[in-house]
C-alpha cells in the first residue's frame, strides 16, 4: 500500500549545527512533497515543497532535496536553532490527489 | 500566513454528549479537511471535503459527521462523545495542493 514514513522518530542536534531529516516514500507516481513543522499545542505549519521534477529547492535556512530513484525525500535545516525544535512531518500527494502524512521525526536542539 | 481558525482550542466533555468543532476559514480555499491527531503521532485523515456540498471519508473510521453548507465552514460533529474519541483535531484547507493547518482543538472525553 501507499505509505510515507520517516527513517528516525527522533534527531537531536547541538545548536549552530546542520540538522538532516530523512524521509521515504513507497509511491512513485507521487507528484508533490511538503515539509511541516508542527510545534507542541499548534497546527502543522507548512515549510517547503517540491515537485516531482525537480531535485533541490532551497528557502530560508531550509533545502528539500528529493531522489526519485530511491523515493527518498529530505529536509535540511542549516545552523540549527533553538527554535527549530519541533515534530517535522514529510507529506507526499499521489496521483489520485490524496495526500499521506508520515508518522513525524523530532528535533531536540541542544543549547 | 493562513487565515483558519478552530474553536475550541480545548474541550473536557462526559462522555454521551454530542459536541460540535467549528472550523473556519477566510481565504476561499475550496477544499477542507479534518485530520485526528495523537500527541507526537501522524495524522490521520477522517474528513474532507472539495467544495460546498461535498464531503467524503478519509482513511481513518470516524464515528464523526462533518457538513459544508457555506465555502468557509466546516465543522466537525460528535454525536455521543466516547473516551476513545479523546485526541487532537485538526482542522486544514487548501487552494490546491498544499494544506494550511488551523491551531487545533484538544478533546477530553472524560
Known amino acids: 500500500g501507499e505509505s510515507v514514513g520517516l527513517h528516525l522518530p527522533t534527531l537531536s542536534v547541538q545548536e549552530g549545527d546542520n540538522s538532516i531529516i530523512n524521509c521515504a516514500y513507497s509511491?512513485?507516481?507521487?507528484?508533490?512533497f511538503i515539509w511541516y513543522k508542527q510545534e507542541s499545542g499548534k497546527g502543522p505549519q507548512f515549510i517547503i515543497d517540491?515537485?516531482?521534477?525537480?531535485d533541490k529547492r532551497q528557502g530560508q535556512r531550509v533545502t528539500v532535496l528529493l531522489n526519485k530513484t530511491v523515493k527518498h525525500l529530505s529536509l535540511q535545516i542549516a545552523a540549527t536553532q533553538p527554535g527549530d525544535s519541533a515534530v517535522y512531518f514529510c507529506?507526499?500527494?499521489?496521483?489520485?490527489?490524496?495526500?499521506?502524512f508520515g508518522p513525524g521525526t523530532s528535533l531536540s536542539v541542544i543549547p | 500566513e493562513a487565515d483558519i481558525y478552530q474553536t475550541p482550542r480545548y474541550l473536557v466533555i462526559g462522555t454521551g454528549k454530542k459536541i460540535t468543532l467549528e472550523c473556519s476559514q477566510t481565504m476561499g480555499h475550496d477544499k477542507m479537511y479534518w485530520y485526528q491527531q495523537d500527541p507526537g503521532m501522524e495524522l490521520h485523515l477522517i474528513h474532507y471535503?472539495?467544495?460546498?456540498?461535498?464531503?467524503e471519508k478519509g482513511d481513518l473510521s470516524s464515528e464523526s459527521t462533518v457538513s459544508r453548507i457555506r465555502t468557509e465552514h466546516f465543522p466537525l460533529t460528535l454525536e455521543s462523545a466516547r473516551p476513545s474519541h479523546t485526541s487532537q483535531y485538526l482542522c486544514?484547507?487548501?487552494?490546491?495542493?498544499?494544506?494550511?493547518f488551523g491551531p487545533g482543538t484538544r478533546l477530553t472525553v472524560l
Open positions: 486544514a484547507s487548501s487552494p490546491g495542493d498544499t494544506q494550511y
Open positions: 507529506a507526499e500527494k499521489t496521483s489520485y490527489d490524496k495526500v499521506i
Open positions: 517540491i515537485r516531482s521534477n525537480m
Open positions: 509511491n512513485s507516481a507521487s507528484d508533490y
Open positions: 471535503s472539495y467544495g460546498v456540498n461535498s464531503t
